[in-house]
């Protein structure tokens, strides 16, 4: 732990984000690992469809033609378990560690075993929003990830987890590197 301490001190503050994962998959969103690949019907029925049903339950109405109170929807909707094309991040490395190690159990943290290791990643999200054009828009042609910080209404909890989101059309983000490379 010393070490990560060490490192995490090095880094400047709010350029990078962090995500903690317990295990090693892939960076992908809970709509693309729930299988789903049809971002139209998402926005066009699934969106609207929450937003009927969920209007009666929240004391904020949620304007979804802003777009931060669009934003904040998505999050209110993940965070309550329902699969968005939004992947969450954290500006906090120990609240990332919190959510890698959170299930983890000490003899599995201690294995060599590759598979057994929990995941703290690292993005450079200042770097990316240089180098990339930011889109929050989810139908657009070519495969685009954007970094977003939607405002809370109604999802208090990402006050303290310092809750960044990257936003993509794209099922797994090693297509990005990839894409990066031929380019």
């Known amino acids: ?59 904020h109405l949620f304007r979804l033609d802003i777009p931060d109170e669009n934003g904040a929807f998505f999050n209110l909707v993940q965070h309550h378990g329902y699969p968005t094309p939004l992947l969450d991040w954290t500006y906090s490395p120990y609240v990332a560690a919190f959510f890698a190690y959170r299930k983890a159990q000490n003899d599995r943290c ?15 999200q200042a770097l990316w929003k240089q180098s990339y054009r930011q889109v929050h828009q989810l139908l657009i042609p070519g495969p685009h990830v954007s970094v977003g910080e939607f405002i809370t209404i109604e999802n208090e909890r990402m006050i303290p987890q310092q809750a960044a989101s990257t936003v993509t059309n794209i099922d797994d983000k090693k297509l990005i590197s990839h894409q990066r490379k031929l380019n």
């Open 1 to 59: 732990m010393e070490g990560f301490k060490e490192y995490v001190s090095t880094l400047e503050g709010r350029r990078f984000l962090f995500r903690g994962q317990s295990r090693p998959s892939r960076l992908r969103t809970s709509f693309h690992r729930a299988g789903r690949a049809d971002l139209s019907r998402f926005l066009l029925e699934d969106i609207p469809m929450l937003h009927k049903h969920l209007s009666a339950r929240t004391k």
């Open 110 to 124: 201690n294995s060599s075993v590759s598979e057994a290791k929990v995941r703290i990643f690292v993005f450079d």
